[in-house]
């Protein structure tokens, strides 16, 4: 991916989840926590074209330089192939995806704002996770991501009435499943 100028990240959402997690992601702080939301968002398949901003927020940038020297192992390029792909939140048929994901660059379509507005939106989601010490929003952002991981975030993996009914309801013989 080429990458032609800084990613600009706005709003209140960013400006508190990065204040409040730079001590936690010390090291890239602005690009680390980027990264984070923007797995976030695409897990979710959830996007935010633009964050309320209040007079307080400060905006802040991730570096292309540091975007160029962190892409040279395809982290950002796959995030995009996954994200292109797989979104249910933009209306392309199956060649346009994989022209986009596999193919030649098309200038048109600008990749470091669509995977910026799936970070947007994961940014609203760290924000929701800081606690009043790093401790704690450590362990919020922790048991988010395991509950996540092992299937247990009904934000993404919501039970449909039919598999709760399932454990409850008797079968033919009247015994319960």
Do not use: C
Not at 82 to 90: E, H, N, R, V, Y
Not at 126 to 149: H, R, Y
Not at 159 to 169: A, T
């Amino acid at each position: 991916m080429d990458f032609r100028s800084d990613v600009v990240l706005k709003g209140a959402a960013w400006d508190n989840t990065i204040k409040d997690l730079g001590k936690i992601f010390n090291t890239r702080t602005n690009f680390s926590i980027y990264l984070l939301a923007m797995s976030i968002g695409i897990m979710y398949d959830q996007r935010i074209d633009k964050l309320d901003e209040t007079e307080e927020s400060e905006p802040h940038n991730v570096p292309r330089t540091v975007l160029s020297s962190q892409n040279m192992d395809g982290r950002i390029d796959f995030m995009f192939q996954a994200a292109i792909l797989t979104s249910q939140t933009i209306d392309f048929n199956e060649d346009k995806r994989l022209q986009l994901a596999f193919g030649d660059n098309d200038d048109s379509f600008k990749k470091m704002e669509f995977l910026t507005e799936f970070a947007n939106f994961g940014a609203t989601k760290l924000a929701e996770k800081i606690g009043t010490s790093n401790l704690e929003s450590m362990e919020n952002i922790k048991n988010f991501l395991v509950s996540t991981l092992e299937g247990r975030n009904f934000d993404i993996d919501a039970l449909s009435e039919e598999d709760l009914l399932d454990d409850w309801m008797p079968d033919f013989t009247g015994e319960l499943n």
